[in-house]
């Protein structure tokens, strides 16, 4: 179901101040107060808006509030300017009714932005398509370029319209825009010429020289600075917030929208340009002889540009400025202009021009935006007009007068449509009417615009009047027309009582408006309400080259000299507020009052005489008052029962009936006196808002009581479904832990059991075992027995057969099958037959040991027999030397290892067949076994002298190395003995037998690199001569020899290796000759 909501709901003070209560200027405005301060802004009286501006953009225009209002109730919602455009666009769509809005309040209060509010909520409403959101684009398009060349800033407002604005918007049947109308309403055109302190001209002037191209402005022959321009002021020229330049942009592009041509656009910036160089255009005085006043363009050059610009002859308008022809009658007469009239003429041109362009431009645009269709339409009108005006210090003019006039208008007819929708409602209703008192303000506007004595119909009548009229003898006039009236007041009227009021200047009159007095100054009232043109400027105009200067200026056509005056401006005026109250008169009004806070347009601040004063002067409190006469509050019985059912017993919660029945019934039970309220036909009509917020009271509490039964019954179900859910989990949680207990017991129990029964089976089995094992023994025991027996009984029986020594020959064959496989292994298994392979197979039995080893050894010397057998006879002397040598030095000298792999060679020196020895040769008897060069040792000395040294089988030779001369011979059988060091030298000495020939010297001391060789030699000789001892060969690092008669004793010292390796013989005493021999290591 829908909620429905109410105006009533959440409500920040009251949203309709119809419900104040009590009502007083006071209160209303603390609500009104109260509500701004909550950012609040809308507010109502009845079926009226109240605005406040904000001065801030609020978030309350999203698409999403459009939404919301659309298609609500009027009161559903918190009060909204989209609530009443709604309502107005719904009425319009579904009652076929036409509309109009009327947007009232003081120059920045927010009407056009009301307005704009309102255009933009009925275009997001209504139809959407190609077609529609065209004609929408156009009419919202036409706002921009009315506000560039209709608004400018002033103090109030930097976008300030100055100008009246009411718009019909034409809609088809189905809710569809097509098209619309705009009217103008007196243009501000003074402005052009002169603005107040602080405000500006009208923006496009602005725009034009800030946004335009260098390309634009040059062909405008105009500079982009704004000091140089007469018309424009300079110290406020520059708006914050106000892009001129982009807003010049915005403009271009909605004329483009809206249908204007390329080239009316340029005819329209020409126009522009035209109205800047007119202001620069200056006179200066000069005297005639005549004795005429006369004025002189000062400067040609503006003058010259501008009629370029529109295609002037320059003479002629020159001429225009100069003169004014006069025609009266068939009579034309010319008179010159002084300088103060060619400027009132200058102006009055700019003015004309550009307020003229100004109605051409709505012209134009009507022409784009009107509908195309001829069908019927249903029409939106929205008014935007200036409000009522009152400046303090009595400055009110002819415009202040006419604007005035126009509100006063306003009211009246909002009086008269109020109270007459009153009524109708009534009637419709069936209630009774009772009489309203309110203040009707037809007097007033009867006392401006009464066709006999209307101060209107003064002015004009005074303008028209022959002979000298001045702004004094209109208020002259005035004096003795109006003097009697009770709204007007003067210095002069007979019934002032006033009279000595000198508030009241001489100048004035003050009109007691339905808003307040206002005092007017007459000074201007006259020349603005003939808004003269000499005739000479508006002939000079039409003459222009320029097809839109022409159109603004008809009157100019000399072929239409109309001698007749023009229509006063007081006279437009009046007819085409005359129009626009017809035509509002014709339609459903729906009314905006804009209020402004505060006049510093800053936001938050709210201003309460401000305030206080808008509020009196819009008439606001009268408004109220209207609205309560009758009844305050109506509702139709359906939403009435709806919201306040709960308030009876009978009611609550259905009520089954018509509703109104149910309202009855309600009202009876709340025992609601009878005078506050009035049953209608579909509404209830409820007196005094008291019996409202009575009801709405109760309604209160008995929402609160019912919001406590709903959360009592909720809190109960809530908890009782959580008990339910509680038990129902705590069943499935009991379940599956007996599940799981039960489960775990079982296994428990199998467990056990599957223990038991295993012990018993192991039990049984291994008794099974025992008794199998027992019986196998048995059966095996008596297998044994059985074999035994059986074997003794065979053995007994065969005996006889078996040969004794079975086991022993089964032995042998096993031995020998062992044997033979082991010699047949070790045939392929053989080393090599190198006497020096080491290798020998494994053994492959712990008892062939033994035998493994020996054959070896077997095969080892059987190999060396075998290498040996390979020697020739030589070859096996040379081993037995070796061999003989390593008897006797293996093991004891240091030298003998080197000289294992040296073959010993024996003759070294080659001797028989070199002929340097032939003759030492020759002198041996005997072959020579070993030819070598020795070292002989000096025996006083130790010195080495070389010597050839000669083996033969019976002596020893000692030869000069040189000369082969034989030094000395010994016979074998004299040396006795050889010693030699245990080291690595190649010394030896050979000791000689005593007494002997040859011991004569002593015994030899020699040194040879063969040492080995040579005493292997000496030995081997002694051992194969049978008739000789065999030579002992001592070894010893100490030993004697015999030097002639001393005993010297040679000693082999380690030395150090001084001069190499070399070894060195010392004799150091008699009894000493030292060796020293490098130590080998
Ligand atoms: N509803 C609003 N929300 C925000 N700002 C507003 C609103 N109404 C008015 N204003 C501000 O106040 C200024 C004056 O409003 P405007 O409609 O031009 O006043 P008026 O037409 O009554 O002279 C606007 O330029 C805007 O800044
Ligand atoms: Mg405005």
Known sequence: MEVKTSLLDNMIGVGDMVLLEPLSEDSFLENLKNRFDHSEIYTYIGSVVISMNPYRSLPIYTPDKVEEYRNRNFYELSPHIYALADEAYRSLRDQDKDQCILITGESGAGKTEASKLVMSYVAAVCGKGQEVNKVKEQLLQSNPVLEAFGNAKTVRNDNSSRFGKYMDIEFDFKGDPLGGVISNYLLEKSRVVKQPRGERNFHVFYQLLSGASDDTLKKLKLYRDFSKYNYLSLDSAVVNGLDDAANFRTVRNAMQIVGFMEDEVQSVLELVAAVLKLGNIEFKPESRCNGTDESRIKDKNDLKEMCELLGIEQSVLERAFSYRTVEAKMEKVSTTLNVAQAYYARDALAKNLYSRLFSWLVTRINESIKAQTKTRHKVMGVLDIYGFEIFEDGDNSFEQFIINYCNEKLQQIFIELTLREEQEEYVREGIEWTNIEYFNNAIICDLIENNQNGILAMLDEECLRPGTVTDETFLDKLNTVCAEHQHFESRLS????????????????????????????????????????????????YKANHSLIKQLFPEGNPAKVNLKRPPTAGFQFKASVGTLMRNLQTKNPNYIRCIKPNDKKASHIFTESLVRHQVRYLGLMENVRVRRAGYAFRQAYEPCLERYKMLCKRTWPHWRGPAREGVEVLMADLQVPAEEFSYGRSKIFIRNPRTLFFLEERRRQCLQDLATLIQKIYRGWKCRSQFLLLKQSQIVVAAWYRRYAQQKKYQRIKSATTVVQSYTRGWQARKLLRELKYQKRCEEAATTIAAYWHGTQVRREYRKYFRANAGKKIYDFTIQRILQKYFLGLKSTMPSMSPIDKNWPARPYLFLDGTHTELRRIFHLWRCKKYRSQFTEEKKAVYEEKLEASEIFKDKKALYPSSVSQPFKGDYLEISKNPKYQKLSSAMDEKVLLADVVNKINRANGKGTARIFLLTKKSVVLADQKTGQVKASVPLPDLTSV????????????????????????????SSEHLIEIITKLHRIGATAADREQLNVDISDEFLVQFKQDKVCVKFIQGAPKNGNSVSCKRKNNRLLEVSVPSTA
């Open 494 to 541: 007979k019934n002032s009582k006033f009279l000595n009021d000198h508030s009241l200047p001489h100048s004035c009159f003050r009109i007691q408006h339905y808003a307040g007095k206002v005092l007017y100054r007459v000074e201007g009232f006259v020349d603005k309400n003939n808004d003269l043109l000499y005739r000479d400027l508006s002939q000079a105009m």
């Open 979 to 1006: 010693s030699v060091s245990t080291q690595s030298d190649g010394f030896f000495a050979l000791k000689l037998k005593e007494g002997s020939a040859s011991a004569v010297k002593g015994d030899f001391l020699l």
